[in-house]
């Protein structure tokens, strides 16, 4: 199974009006290029709909925005991680704060992820609860206080000691796990920021799905991202 590079650039597409169609199409193209310019690894995390399409277009990581820890069979309106296998997504997001989930759901969808060898980027709200989820041991996992998502605040500039915690508590359960933070991720040097608190990169949204050129932003925050990881 392919692992991970650090430092990690997310992209969660959520579902903006630029999530879909061509312009999903057109920025999971755009974060494929800079991805193969900066050598920085970028995911893009396009909504259900989208990923059969984006997956067979990109070579970069596709990952889902959520799945559901069941096999084939009678589910209805779920979605099951066997069939984002067939897909062919590399990971799942769990649990990020906008689809929130109990422990025991998000430690079965966890386990379900690896029995299929999919990757899990799972989404915490606070530094205890970032513990908690290293506990299970996903791939990775993105510390988003909630009350920043979607408010151009940076959580690196806002909320410096939720990073700081996080990693602090994190590794004292699991040495492995990427870390990664989110909420309010504008720009290049709130992604500097992050780094420079401790973590592997970045989960982003409205900087760029909202943005005239997301390429653009792509490109300044994966550059600043190479420069300082260490
Ligand atoms: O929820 C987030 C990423 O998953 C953060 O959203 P924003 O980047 O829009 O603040």
């Known amino acids: ?5 650090v430092p990690v650039l997310a992209i969660n597409f959520k579902a903006y009006p630029t999530s879909f169609g061509v312009k999903a199409l057109e920025i999971a193209k755009a974060a494929e290029k800079v991805a193969q310019e900066y050598g920085v690894e970028v995911i893009v995390i396009p909504p259900a709909t989208e990923l059969r399409k984006i997956v067979e277009s990109v070579s970069i990581p596709v990952y889902a925005q959520h ?4 096999e084939y069979g009678a589910y209805t309106g779920w979605l099951p991680v066997v069939a984002l296998k067939d897909i062919g997504v590399r990971g799942i997001l769990v649990n990020h704060s906008e689809h929130r989930l109990r422990l025991d759901e998000i430690v079965a969808i966890v386990e379900a992820a690896k029995k299929y060898g ?4 799972v989404c915490a709200d606070t530094p205890i609860a970032a513990a908690a989820i290293a506990a299970i041991k996903p791939v990775a996992l993105a510390v988003e206080p909630p009350e920043l998502i979607g408010t151009g605040i940076a959580v690196s500039k806002a909320k410096p000691e939720v990073i700081t915690n996080t990693v602090q508590r994190v590794r004292e359960v699991n040495k492995e796990v990427i870390i990664l933070t989110g909420a309010g991720i504008s720009t ?3 992604v500097e920021a992050a780094i420079r608190l401790g973590t592997a ?3 982003v949204a409205s900087a760029i799905m909202k943005a005239q050129n997301p390429e653009k932003v792509i ?11 260490k």
């Open 118 to 121: 999919l990757e899990t980027l």
């Open 67 to 70: 799945a559901d820890p069941y």
């Open 188 to 190: 290049a040097e709130d």
């Open 219 to 229: 490109k300044d925050m994966a550059a600043v991202a190479k420069a300082a990881y």
């Open 1 to 5: 199974m392919k692992h991970l590079k």
């Open 201 to 203: 990169g970045v989960l």
